[in-house]
């Protein structure tokens, strides 16, 4: 059965701490992606990786940064945790090829106070 | 840029009803997924489709390439169907997914 996992459901930071968010994929999958879910602005992009240490800003990347030392790990991490990252952060992997189908890890809901 | 628009955005229904949402999409997009989200949960994906029709027990996913719109339908609608639904879009070589804002949808007993 395929796998994406996250390493925390829940997180409860202070501002200006930092905060790692992991994502491990079972697939063997090339691709992997990081979303942050916000109600009224659906999922949106924060970076991607298409290879082991190789990756690409997606569409909010600011105040984020990502690492993928291995292939089968993905992990993002926000430097200095503001209010405003709040979110719900999703995971996700898929092969680089037609149709793209993306496997999503079951999210961590992040609060920073 | 590619983009997906999604309607309604939110959606109650009755028990046994007929739900359908919509999707439409910007040229670019060759395939068209479905996904579903239980609240507090994770997404799943329900079908990938590029074009015609796919179904899925109670699930019915159609896509018209030439009007660029695609439905989700739910036949006999549960309870359990409860969710939010969300439409993407793929194309080319972007393996990038375009996501639509989503439909909440409630079914009530």
């Known amino acids: 059965d395929v796998k994406v996992t996250q390493s925390s459901r829940y997180l409860v930071k202070r501002t200006g701490e930092k905060v790692f968010l992991e994502c491990v994929q079972d697939m063997d999958h090339e691709n992997m992606f990081w979303y942050r879910q916000d109600p009224g602005l659906g999922l949106r992009l924060i970076y991607f990786s298409y290879d082991v240490k190789m990756k690409e800003k997606g569409d909010i990347p600011e105040g984020y940064s990502v690492s993928r030392e291995k292939k089968e790990r993905f992990s993002l991490i926000l430097e200095s945790a503001s209010t405003n990252q709040t979110s719900m952060y999703l995971c996700?992997?898929?092969?680089?090829?037609?149709?793209?189908?993306?496997?999503f890890g079951p999210g961590t809901r992040l609060t920073v106070t | 840029k590619n983009e997906v628009e999604q309607s309604p955005q939110n959606l109650t229904a009755q028990e046994g009803e007929f739900i359908t949402i919509n999707c439409s999409y910007s040229v670019g997009i060759s395939a068209l997924h479905w996904l579903q989200q239980h609240p507090g949960g994770g997404i799943v994906s329900l079908f990938m489709?590029?074009?015609g029709k796919k179904k899925h027990g109670r699930l019915i996913a159609t896509i018209n390439i030439q009007e660029k719109h695609s439905s989700l339908h739910i036949t006999a609608s549960h309870p359990r169907d409860s969710a939010v639904y969300i439409c993407?879009?793929?194309?080319?070589?972007?393996?990038?997914?375009?996501f639509g804002k989503g439909t909440l949808l409630t079914v009530n007993p």
């Open positions: 489709l590029s074009s």
């Open positions: 993407a879009g793929s194309g080319g070589s972007n393996y990038k997914l375009t």
């Open positions: 996700a992997s898929s092969f680089p090829r037609q149709p793209y189908e993306q496997y």
